[in-house]
């Protein structure tokens, strides 16, 4: 009885993790549909940005992004990026030192930190389609020419 009691607790502890073995599809008409509300939102927003979290896991996320205007400079302390560009241009600054940093008081938590650039970057342009790794503590600075719409996502690891 005991043993079987046993067995019966470490099953039910294993179901959280067994419901992440599932796959989670995001459709292209899924994605359009939240496309649209989060550009709506941008515009709506002085700061020309709107994002959804589209996944949580714990260790690992996945956001999808609207920018209408270049935003702030940031850092991360323990999670890694990849972007994936879905619309418009990027000019992603990445390295050099961070200006005017200071810390994160939204929702991602401690350890990140904010700024209002980055001086003495590298600069790369990344199109729809393109996909960029950004390694944790790595500043980076996602600018976007003004009158365009940017869509990106985001897969977060730590």
């Not at 502890?13 to 292209?28: D, G, K, N, S």
């Not at 709506?40 to 690992?60: M, Q």
């Not at 999808?64 to 999670?79: Q, Y």
């Not at 990140?112 to 503590?137: F, W």
């Amino acid at each position: 009885m005991k043993r079987r009691l046993i067995l019966s607790f470490a099953f039910a502890a294993a179901l959280p993790a067994l419901a992440q073995t599932e796959p989670t599809v995001h459709t292209t008409a899924d994605l359009r549909q939240r496309e649209a509300k989060l550009t709506a939102a941008a515009k709506k927003d002085p700061t020309g940005f709107a994002v959804e979290t589209l996944d949580d896991y714990g260790n690992d996320r996945t956001l999808l992004v609207v920018r209408l205007r270049t935003g702030n400079a940031e850092r991360h302390r323990s999670w890694a990026d990849q972007i994936v560009v879905k619309k418009g241009n990027i000019t992603l600054v990445y390295g050099g030192t961070m200006q005017q940093e200071r810390p994160n008081s939204g929702p991602k938590g401690s350890g990140e930190t904010l700024g209002s650039g980055i001086q003495g970057g590298k600069e790369i342009l990344l199109h729809p389609g393109d996909i960029l790794h950004i390694p944790a503590g790595v500043p980076h600075w996602v600018k976007i020419a003004p009158g365009t719409t940017t869509t990106y996502l985001i897969f977060k690891e730590q």
